[in-house]
């Protein structure tokens, strides 16, 4: 009994050392593998953790003659202004709504069209079809400004022309409060969805066919072969994309946004990032700038942790 | 294990790539100045302290004449005088406009990274001082006084007005170059004369006229092409609130821009959405939106969009710059659409209380500043010296280019084209990166450069066209409301919040998204104290007080 007991602390140790050694020589075993990672690690440290030492003059009245290290403290006065500042609620609301709903319509979207592509057995159609969604994506949002104008302008607009022939009145969905978030979230879908299919498809194509034909061969339907071997199949990677963008939740697209919203909107458009452009970066507020993007990473960063935790009890699914 | 070899050499040699092409930037101006001075030390192999000194590097940002020409190219030959002539290695960074230009500056300027000199850019429309007071107030700009006596031409053309001095002008020391005012009062409200023709009107001369007409124009085709493809105004927004190109409405209540400077007294300074007449003139406004006889796309336009729309002919009233309505560049896509169309411009309507201003005459100019770091690395002197040789022995090249090659001059001094390649000539499109600083640098407003700018000249229609006599005169010679002292007024500390909320208010009651009654603009005015209004007047009277400029 005593041996057992004092032979247990003794062997923790030796564990330890045991695990450290272990470590040490597969690593040395993985050296290339490691090697191999040094740019991407020295890409993290240099962009990544690098600027994060700057992240102080959240903290701080920065005065760029002092420098980030010699401006002075203020504690947490510019988080205080952000979270009093008279706009607060709706901008968070904004941000939030427009977040969630590119999300929540966004991804199941591009799954189906994944989906779509990949059981299609027309090869040509399929490359069309994908050249033709890919596309928008590479088109600025300042391109895309003019392409809606031109569809959705109330005067000369494609959209309200065709509302106009059927007797309808024409809408200013630009400068409309009832339209405006609609406009910014079909828009995204239809600039991005078909970008977004890419990492679906991508893991479409790594199910192995065995199983499509095993079922086939059972006699199941087309759609319960999506049900039960591609959907199940892609999941980790939409658990994957959905916990990613649950880290980025209060950005919900400074560029889009930037772009399309105009005054008559601000009520229903303007977001976190627009009001940190006025007010920080054109006011010269670099410091309540920095804090409020540092508020947007923590809240990111919680909120991930949490929906990995959900993920990883209902799905069985982890990032980490 | 081989290929593991082969993996890891091929690895180094990619990473080393990598590392070499990160340093870069520091290998070139180390080594680029030992080689300099060395080509013209070597011939002579004169002894050292006689060898010219080495080049400096001067880095300048400033914006572009004309935005969609781009810069010069690497080859121009000023670059070459530049260098050989003044010692100056010079870097020309062309900046955008307005927000754009001001968040790349304000991010160099939080790196305390402004370059040497620079122009100092804004999203207001006068805007730019109070940037330089920030700049000012974070030790970032130096104080130019030095700088007069070392470029004596150009001071006595470029900085001889006093009261832009003084307006840049912090603790004694000035600390701002102001370029000399573009062309004042230089805007105005023009109509569609075809238009009132055709449909047998006469130019509105109130505000109930103007609507008559604007739904005239919406309504009865003016262009006679059988479709209802017309608007009677266009515009867009620039400026606080619903901006200055709705000035002939808010000019016949007297209630013009933010500030009431009509009423302006030592005891009051108030914003003008307090005068009861600012209500009057937004009933205007709600009332043509509302018979929508403005094109409904305004408040999404840009300036470009709204400048594309007129020449299509989509409306038939407009506030616009007399250069930018009937320069011959500007106004050729209109005279091809519409050869017999033409604008004639028009006088301020008359308010119902006999009041008629015109716009708000609040001398815009240019503000140039040298950074505190371009000073400490004593490159002060070499600025002044370029500045000047711009003023002097470069001021043709600069502002026209080549004589004999891209102009003439005359024997009075004044510029012409007599001769020259249509395609060499200073104004053709092909010679705009080569003159991108003449706005900026070179041009102080003399007869000689506004007849070169702004010259008669005759359409492919046979239109004749005088952009100084018919528009530009015709708009100086209007009521305008001096506003100099604007400028001195410093945005205030919930600037976002105060700005959106102002002009979201007088957006939504324009364009009904709100309903506008005394009530709910009372509520709006209220709202506006909330966002701390009445501070914000008291700390502009208080500062206008101290510059004596309310009297």
């Known amino acids: 009994m005593t041996t057992k007991v004092l032979a247990l602390p003794s062997k923790v140790p030796a564990a330890e050392k045991l695990s450290i050694k272990k470590l040490l020589r597969t690593m040395w075993r993985q050296r290339w593998l490691y090697f191999l990672m040094t740019p991407t690690l020295i890409y993290f440290v240099v962009f990544k953790y690098g600027p994060l030492w700057n992240a102080q003059i959240a903290f701080k009245d920065f005065k760029p003659l002092l420098g980030v290290w010699g401006s002075p403290w203020v504690g947490f006065e510019h988080f205080g202004t952000f979270i009093n500042s008279f706009y607060f609620t709706e901008l968070m609301a904004n941000t939030i709504i427009f977040s969630v709903a590119k999300l929540v319509l966004g991804l199941p979207l591009a799954v189906i069209v994944a989906i779509a592509l990949h059981e299609t057995w027309l090869l040509r159609f399929r490359t069309l079809v994908q050249t033709a969604i890919y596309l928008p994506h590479f088109l600025s949002w300042v391109i895309m400004f003019g392409v809606m104008l031109v569809i959705l302008s109330p005067g000369n607009g494609l959209l309200n022309a065709i509302i106009e022939r059927f007797g309808g009145e024409p809408i200013a969905f630009l400068t409309s409060p009832k339209y405006f978030r609609w406009v910014v979230i079909l828009s995204d879908i239809w600039k991005e969805t078909g970008w977004g299919t890419i990492l679906y498809l991508a893991a479409l194509l790594a199910i192995s066919p065995d199983l499509y034909e095993a079922a086939a061969v059972d006699g199941a339907t087309p759609l319960q072969r999506i049900w039960y071997i591609s959907l199940p199949g892609i999941l980790p990677v939409i658990v994957l994309v959905t916990l990613l963008r649950m880290g980025h939740i209060l950005e919900a697209g400074f560029n889009q946004i930037f772009v399309l919203y105009s005054i008559p909107v601000y009520s229903v458009g303007d977001i976190i990032d627009t009001w940190v452009y006025r007010q920080g970066v054109l006011n010269f507020q670099f410091s309540l700038a920095t804090a409020v993007g540092f508020f947007k990473g923590v809240i990111g960063l919680v909120l991930i942790t949490i929906s990995n935790r959900v993920a990883k009890r209902l799905a069985q699914q982890s990032i980490y | ?551």
């Open chain 2, 1 to 551: 294990m081989k290929s593991w070899k082969m993996i890891f050499v091929v690895f180094v040699l990619v990473l080393s790539q990598i590392l070499a092409a990160c340093g870069a930037p520091a290998t070139p101006t180390e080594v680029a100045p030992p080689e300099a001075p060395e080509a013209p030390a070597e011939p002579t192999k004169a002894p050292e302290p006689t060898t010219p000194p080495e080049p400096v590097d001067i880095t300048m940002w400033l914006q572009a004449t004309v935005t969609e020409a781009g810069p010069p190219p690497d080859d121009w030959i000023a670059y070459d005088i530049i260098r050989e002539e003044l010692g100056i290695n010079l870097e020309y960074v062309i900046i955008p406009p307005a927000g754009d230009g001001e968040a790349k500056l304000n991010a160099a300027a939080a790196a305390n990274d402004l370059p040497d000199f620079f122009q100092v850019t804004s999203t207001n429309r006068g805007g730019e001082r109070d940037n330089l007071v920030n700049y000012y107030e974070l030790g970032l700009v130096a104080p130019v006084d030095d700088m007069f006596a070392m470029m004596p031409e150009r001071t006595k053309n470029h900085y001889n007005n006093q009261n832009l001095l003084d307006l840049l002008t912090f603790d004694g020391a000035v600390y701002g170059l102001p370029a000399p005012p573009s062309i004042p009062k230089r805007e105005g409200f023009v109509i569609r004369q075809d238009w009132l023709d055709a449909l047998d009107l006469e130019a509105p001369t109130t505000p109930e006229e103007l609507l008559a007409v604007a739904k005239a124009f919406t309504e009865q085709d003016p262009d006679g092409n059988g479709k209802n493809d017309t608007y009677g105004i266009g515009a867009f927004i620039e400026g606080p609130g619903v901006g200055r190109r709705f000035n002939f409405v808010f000019g016949a209540y007297g209630v013009l821009d933010v500030w009431n400077f009509v009423d302006a007294s030592p005891d009051k300074f108030e914003l003008n959405v307090r005068d009861p007449q600012y209500y009057e003139a937004m009933q205007v406004m709600v009332a043509l939106n509302e018979a929508g006889v403005v094109d409904p796309d305004w408040p999404t336009l840009s300036k470009d969009e709204f400048r594309a729309r007129w020449k299509q002919g989509r409306f038939g009233i407009m506030w616009e710059d007399f250069a930018a309505l009937s320069n011959k560049s500007n106004y050729e896509p209109f005279d091809t659409n519409f050869p017999d169309g033409s604008w004639t411009p028009l006088p301020a309507l008359i308010g119902p209380g006999g009041e008629a201003y015109y716009g708000l005459d609040d001398a815009q100019f240019n503000v140039f500043a040298v950074s505190q770091r371009a000073v400490d690395e004593g490159k002060m002197e070499a600025i002044a010296r370029l500045l000047e040789w711009i003023a002097t022995d470069g001021y043709y090249l600069l502002g026209f280019g080549e004589e004999g090659v891209n102009f003439n001059l005359d024997e009075k001094g004044f510029i012409n084209i007599d001769g020259i390649d249509e395609a060499q000539a200073y104004s053709a499109p092909e010679r705009q990166p080569f003159t991108q600083m003449r706005n900026q640098l070179v041009f102080y407003n003399t007869l000689a450069e506004i007849s070169a700018r702004y010259p008669n000249y005759t359409t492919e229609g046979g239109r004749e066209m005088t952009p100084i006599d018919t528009y530009l005169s015709f708009f100086q010679s209007q009521n305008w409301v001096p506003a100099f002292a604007k400028l001195l007024i410093q945005p205030p500390a919930n600037a976002a919040d105060f700005e959106r909320f102002y002009n979201e208010g007088i957006i939504q009651f324009v364009l009904g998204q709100k309903e506008l009654t005394p009530e709910s603009w009372a509520e709006f005015l209220a709202g506006l104290d909330g966002q701390g209004a009445k501070e914000y007047e008291a700390a502009a009277q208080q500062v206008l007080s101290d510059a004596g400029l309310l009297k």
